[in-house]
Structures are given as C-alpha cells and as structure tokens.
C-alpha cells in the first residue's frame, strides 16, 4: 500500500524523534534499528526506505538532538539557561536533553559526517551562551571564550553528574550545584 507524502513526513520525523532519544538515553550502541522502528510503528525495511544507512538516521537524530536543545535553551536568560541545563531533571532525563553531555565519549569513535553534526551543534550552544554574555556587556572575544569554558565546564559537569548518580547520588548533586554557582560567579558584572 503506497504512503502519502503527508504520512511519509510524519513517519520519518517520528523516526528522527525516536532514534533521538535512544541515542541521548543510552548511547549510539543503544540506537538500533530494529528498536527505532519498532518504537515508531513501523518496519525495519519502511525505516530503510528513509535512511541509507545507521549512520545517516545517527546524524539526522543527533541534528534533531540539537535543535530541540537549542530551541529549548534559546528562550532562556542566561542565569536560567544555567540552571535548567545543571538541573537534576537534565540529569535525570537525558533522552530529552542536551545531545553533548549524554555523547561527548563517543563522538570520535563516529563517522565524519556525525562527527561534523556534533561539531555544529557545540558551536550552536557556544553561540547562545555567547548571545547570553554579550547581552551582559561583554566584549564579543570575551564572550567567545568564557562561552566556550562554560559550555566545555556545565558538558562536563551533566556528565559526571549523570556518571556518580547510582554509585554517589550526594557527590553527583554537588557537581551540578558546584558548576552552577561558579559559572554564575564568574558571569556575574564586574562591580
């Protein structure tokens, strides 16, 4: 039975959305195809009739990963962009999170047009940080830099974070709350 273009649209964005949040939840070895169509309602030969490849639905979700994580943050201040990315519902919910922090490990084990998505994502949240600091007064070059250290700074924390929550559950709080007051230190206006 042949498929509207309407019906074909939204079988393949429902694609994207599932292989998203499989790869954020657990890694791009817990994406697997069969899951993704099975969790999308459709077969694995209908998935195949949209991607090529894994690796190509990878980078289309990863690109998705993004654009709900820079819609999401984008809307946010600066202070609160902080907070909800160094959140406990961040860590707790990384299939609806911020691809970096639940991928940063396996990136470079990635082929290159994954590799590039990744880098442009990165670069899309260094630029909202940046918009942030800049809307503060900061020079365009400080911006950069300290957007830079702070993405590299609240990545590195959601990852530990999310690393120390079974074994360590206080220590993985902590690290939120530690990146998330010294970030804020270090935006806050000269006096």
Known sequence: MK???AQAAENRASIIDVASKQMRRGGFGAMTVAEVAKAAGLTHGALYSHFPSKEALSSEALAEGFRQCHSDFSKLALDDLLSQYLSLEHRDFPESGCPMAALVSQISQQDS???EEFADG???FVSLVKNGLKAEG????ESRELSMFAVAAMVGALAISRALQE???AASETMLGV???QLARLFAPAA
């Open 122 to 124: 990165f670069d899309g």
């Open 179 to 181: 990146v998330r007051r």
């Open 3 to 5: 498929v509207s273009k």
């Open 113 to 115: 047009a994954i590799q």
């Open 167 to 169: 074994a360590k559950p």
């Open 138 to 141: 900061r020079s365009s070059t």
